[in-house]
């Protein structure tokens, strides 16, 4: 099992016929996703070859689900197109958005963000790596040759320290590794995670990746301690940012006490979670969980 995407999952790229989409559908497809699709207005009919197979091209998500049952859409559409883009395939009632795309302006993340809830769509990102579910399916830009399945499912607001504990633990594996993205406002959260993770009978324990700004960790940590039972690990990125500027990621600003990590930290410990002062300690303290008896 595995959570939000898996074997069965069909998957439609918008943007296909770009570079970086051609880069990362090919890509995509190496690691064993079912790549059903591309959606670029204007190109309908066309397709393009990934080795020798043709994957056709649609002028909207609409027509590429009615053609080919997709599910699934990742979104490698430029900053200026990516609220249109989502909201069309939210409005194509897809099961899993993935938008990969960053620098999209808080207020069309906003929009297209209220425009999931209550509908059918999850939404992960924007400006996130995607998700992978290693010998499934991989949806976005995570190098699927890092680590193999396993039972340790992932999270993380962080991209390249996806691809660090992905590689640190990569003996152990996981079920699934899910990039939320590290906006102010994004689609799928910690809590959705480690709610989807604590329900999944194949993912044993969790590792949580979260940075300074805002209170993303402090909620999740209340969420650990009211209803996860498996064993969480944590990490937060930014112990030595300085007050006021903003680091990396747009949402990871600190401002007074006030999403520092040391008060993150504390929020979690309090929950039970053993939280790591560096990447590769966090590794260690899921190394230990994992090779302990159970």
């Known amino acids: 099992m595995s959570i939000f995407l898996d074997h069965s999952s069909r998957i439609l790229v918008q943007g296909m016929t770009g570079s970086e989409g051609r880069k990362h559908t090919q890509r995509m497809i190496m690691s064993g996703s079912r790549i059903v699709g591309g959606v670029t207005p204007g190109k309908g009919g066309e397709s393009v ?127 699934t590794c899910v990039g939320i993205g590290g906006d102010p406002i994004v689609g799928t959260t910690h809590i959705d995670c480690l709610e989807a993770f604590q329900a999944d009978d194949e993912t044993d324990a969790i590792v949580m990746i979260g940075e300074i700004g805002g209170d993303a960790e402090e909620r999740a940590a209340d969420y650990i301690k009211q209803h996860v039972t498996k064993p969480v690990v944590g990490y937060v990125a930014g112990f030595t940012a300085p007050e006021g500027k903003t680091m990396g990621h747009a949402g990871a600003i600190v401002s007074g006490s006030a999403g520092t990590a040391q008060a993150k930290k504390e929020a979690l410990e309090a929950a039970g979670v053993q939280v790591g002062r560096t990447p590769s300690e966090t590794a260690e303290l899921m190394r230990s969980i994992m090779a302990s008896p159970s």
């Open 49 to 175: 070859r990934f080795e020798e197979n043709p994957v056709p091209v649609f002028d909207s998500v609409a027509d590429a689900k009615l053609a080919t049952r997709a599910n699934t859409s990742v979104i490698f559409v430029p900053a200026a197109h990516a609220k249109q883009a989502v909201i069309e395939a939210v409005e194509a009632e897809m099961d899993l958005v993935v938008c990969i795309t960053e620098g999209i302006p808080v207020g069309d993340t906003a929009e297209f963000n209220a425009l999931t809830k209550g509908s059918k769509t999850r939404l992960v990102g924007p400006n996130c790596p995607g998700l992978i579910s290693p010998g499934k399916s991989n949806a976005g830009i995570i190098p699927a040759t890092i680590a193999g399945p396993g039972r340790i499912g992932l999270v993380s607001k962080s991209g390249t320290l996806t691809y660090q504990m992905m590689y640190e633990l990569r003996d152990f594996g996981f079920s």
